[in-house]
């Protein structure tokens, strides 16, 4: 099927389109950026820079995609933004292109929604399936992890890692990386219950909702700290892979600044 685009939006000859794309009045779309097959463009929205867009996704008015990264370092190089199939952008929401700090791409995976003015900093990584109510807001190099639910008005610290499948309670503030599997709220935000609903929506069986819901009582409630933690549940019996992957995430936590694991420290002069 052929494209439909508004007499009023401004698409560069040089825009790399698919098949059934419907741009709405007064978009523009720049000279380096794709879009794939059946997307949905409404009106005002800007595409620029290096961008590429999967199928199937929608973008709602006022979408800014592909600016230049918010970082007074940036010197215009040639990053991108990768965004993949059957994501929905709701009014306003905001994706800027990477710096040449990482690998230099902004990146949102597939099945996501993002609703009305999230921002999506430079250098982010977003995985499938996850969902950002209105005024999410993620620094610059944060990581989210699939099955992730961030309620209204999160703040997120650059460089943090939101853990997969864990809740993220309404105007939290995220300093620290979040464990997989965990609701969290406050400021900053701390772990308050185990992801018991999410769990079950997902199909994880209740032998992993029950071992999570010991390691919460263990080190959020009693405090006895990791390694007794740890050793209590492995002298339990079978390591089940929710386990290691909870444990994995704190250890690695644990290695960065300020409890954020992507953020290194610095090395002593």
Not at 111 to 133: E, F, Q
Not at 134 to 163: E, K, P, R, Y
Not at 173 to 199: E, T
């Amino acid at each position: 099927m052929s494209n439909t685009i508004a007499q009023t939006a401004v698409v560069d000859p040089r825009a790399k389109l698919g098949r059934n794309i419907r741009i709405g009045h007064f978009c523009v779309i720049g000279p380096h950026v794709t879009i794939g097959d059946d997307c949905i463009i409404d009106s005002h929205c800007v595409f620029s820079g290096h961008t590429t867009v999967g199928e199937e996704n929608h973008f709602f008015s006022g979408c800014v995609i592909g600016t230049d990264p918010q970082d007074t370092s940036y010197r215009d190089t040639p990053t991108s933004v990768e965004i993949g199939d059957c994501n929905t952008f709701r009014e306003h929401c905001t994706v800027n292109r990477a710096t040449d700090k990482e690998d230099g791409i902004t990146r949102i995976g597939n099945n996501n929604y993002l609703m009305t003015a999230v921002h999506v900093a430079h250098d982010c990584k977003l995985g499938d399936r996850i969902v950002i109510a209105n005024n999410g807001m993620l620094g610059g190099h944060v990581h989210v992890f699939n099955d992730v639910t961030i309620a209204g008005g999160v703040g997120v610290n650059h460089f943090a890692s939101i853990g997969q499948m864990s809740f993220v309670s309404a105007m939290s503030r995220i300093l620290h990386d979040v464990p997989p599997f965990m609701i969290v709220d406050g400021q900053p935000a701390k772990p308050r219950a185990v992801n018991s609903v999410g769990l079950k929506r997902h199909d994880y069986p209740t032998e992993d909702v029950e071992i999570l819901s010991r390691i919460y009582r263990l080190m959020y409630r009693s405090r006895v700290g990791v390694e007794a933690t740890r050793k209590e549940i492995l002298d339990l019996g079978p390591i089940r892979p929710v386990v290691k992957q909870f444990f994995d995430f704190i250890d690695y936590a644990a290695t960065g600044k300020h409890g954020r694991g992507r953020q290194q420290r610095k090395k002593a002069a």
